[in-house]
């Protein structure tokens, strides 16, 4: 059964701070790794796409690592905004796309 | 804009009462998805389709239906709600071709079914 496990389920800092959220995924086929940014009530939007073959993806502040051998990928945020708050979504997978349950990371002042 | 719509953005109904959410893009994507996201659980698909007339099934069909008489919409149709369907749903769409396109998703439809 195709499985993606996030953690940690929540994340509280301080604003500046950086912070490494963990995606552990069991996906089959697999062909690339994704990272979604979902702000409450709104749909996903999407930060990063990385193929098997790729180690390492950034997008701004964001930057998103992929360990195919081991099936795990982090994203990592430098600098934190307030704006940053939200559920990190990570999705593996092929043509379909399995979703984890998402980091919810708030930003405190 | 490049956007996917969604119609109703919130919808509350009642047992067994046919609804129909709309869902449509203009970015001339063949590839559209409906998803469903509810608490403690990572969304999940419903139905998709690669083109006009050509839908399948996602991992949770039941319940639902769905068409794709043009390129630009693909609705939603819950024949008879049940409160199990009580969610939120998203639209999302993207270029066929390759699983690497990325994938854009509607606002988002706030369903209950009471």
């Known amino acids: 059964k195709n499985q993606v496990e996030q953690s940690p389920q929540s994340l509280i800092i301080l604003e500046g701070k950086n912070c490494t959220l963990q995606?552990?995924?069991?996906?089959?086929?697999?062909?690339?790794l994704r990272w979604y940014k979902q702000d409450t009530g709104r749909g996903p939007v999407s930060l990063t796409i990385m193929t098997f073959s790729e180690n390492t993806k950034s997008n701004g502040r964001y930057t998103a690592t992929l360990d195919a051998d081991t099936k795990q990928s982090s994203l990592h945020i430098t600098a934190s905004q307030l704006s940053d708050s939200a559920s990190y979504i990570c999705?593996?997978?092929?043509?379909?796309?399995?979703f984890g349950k998402g980091t919810h990371l708030i930003i405190q002042p | 804009e490049a956007q996917v719509t969604q119609n109703p953005r919130y919808l509350i109904t009642v047992t067994g009462k046919k609804l129909t959410v709309t869902c449509s893009q203009n970015m001339n994507h063949e590839y559209m998805s409906w998803y469903r996201q509810d608490p403690g659980l990572g969304l999940r698909q419903i139905y998709y389709?690669?083109?006009?007339?050509?839908?399948d099934k996602g991992d949770v069909p039941e319940g639902y239906k769905v068409s794709r008489k043009e390129k630009r919409n693909f609705p939603l149709i819950l024949e008879s709600p049940s409160p199990n369907q009580t969610s939120l749903y998203f639209c999302a769409s993207r270029l066929a071709g390759s699983v690497l396109y990325e994938q854009y998703f509607g606002p988002g439809t706030r369903l209950t079914v009471t």
């Open positions: 995606c552990n995924y069991t996906v089959s086929p697999f062909s690339n």
């Open positions: 389709s690669m083109n006009v007339e050509v839908t």
């Open positions: 999705v593996g997978g092929a043509d379909g796309l399995t």
